[in-house]
Structure formats: structure tokens, C-alpha cells
């Protein structure tokens, strides 16, 4: 298994608004949390905020157009939302893992890219750092670090 995690505190944000807003957000909501680097984000099958439905993400992270379509795989709200990787037909080995800890004072957010096989396949696993050097590690990383604070004050202006 390879896994990418990156940890962030943000004061004043709770792990229930992002659940709340990751699993039932539109593309317009995307974009103003954060003009030119968010595109898209909508749900593309199913009921938003439910598992087994699906979403679009597109977004630049770094200089690095990201779009892809995943499957809600886990959904616990303020704790832990859980997107895979899709393609028509069948789900790639790739997750999107977004795990909260709320405290008095703010959230503890872990997001992690987790790739890899079960079983038999495990010996392919090292086929997934190839696709992540230190460029894109550093650039989501970063991402990560932005997005949240972005999100806390585009909440706070959005209820204000």
C-alpha cells in the first residue's frame, strides 16, 4: 500500500462542515472556495452525500490539472469521508481519504491518497510511487495546507 498524507489544523472549522460540504457540493460552491484552482465538484450519480453515489473533481493542484471521477466508499459525518477512483466500469485501487478530529478550538484534518492492491496483486503497489514524485507530494501537500483555511473563511462568509 502507498500512501500520501498530508495533516492540517484549522481554527474555527469543524470536521461536520467539511463532511457537510464535500458530500453535497456544486460546482459554483467549488469554484468561489477557491477561484481558479477549483472547477468542478458535483455529484454525477446517485444522492449527494450518500455512499455509492459518484462525483466529479476537478481541480489544479500545483501546476497540475487533477480530474477525476470516484465513488463515496465511507461517509461519517465530522469524522471521515472516503472517495475511490473510478473509471465506467470498475474502481481503481486508489482512495481519497479525508479523516477529522474535532477539538474546542478546530479541526485536525488528515487527507490521504492511499494506493494500492489486496492480496495477490500487492507485488504491483511500487508501480504507484512512479506516479508521485516529489514535485507532486510537495504540491499536494501545499494544496492541502491552502484549501482549508480557504474553506473556514468561505464558510464564515457565506453564513455572514
Request: hydrophobic content about 40%; aromatic content about 10%; overall charge neutral.
Amino acid at each position: 500500500m502507498f500512501s500520501l498524507s498530508t495533516r492540517v489544523y484549522v481554527k474555527g472549522l469543524s470536521g461536520r462542515e467539511i463532511t457537510d460540504f464535500l458530500s453535497t457540493c456544486d460546482d459554483d460552491s467549488f469554484q468561489r472556495w477557491w477561484p481558479g484552482t477549483h472547477f468542478q465538484l458535483h455529484t454525477t450519480r446517485g444522492v449527494p452525500g450518500t455512499i455509492g453515489s459518484r462525483i466529479l473533481l476537478d481541480e489544479m493542484v500545483g501546476d497540475r490539472r487533477v480530474k477525476m471521477t470516484c465513488e463515496v466508499m465511507s461517509l461519517v459525518p465530522g469524522q471521515q469521508l472516503v472517495w475511490q477512483l473510478r473509471r465506467p466500469l470498475f474502481r481503481l485501487p486508489v482512495k481519497l481519504a479525508l479523516r477529522f478530529q474535532d477539538d474546542d478550538t478546530g479541526v485536525q484534518i488528515e487527507q490521504s491518497i492511499e494506493a494500492g492492491f489486496q492480496g495477490a496483486g500487492e507485488f504491483l503497489d511500487p508501480v504507484f510511487k512512479l506516479f508521485c514524485p516529489e514535485s507532486v507530494a510537495r504540491a499536494k501537500e501545499e494544496h492541502v495546507r491552502a484549501e482549508f483555511p480557504r474553506l473556514r473563511d468561505f464558510l464564515r462568509q457565506e453564513a455572514g
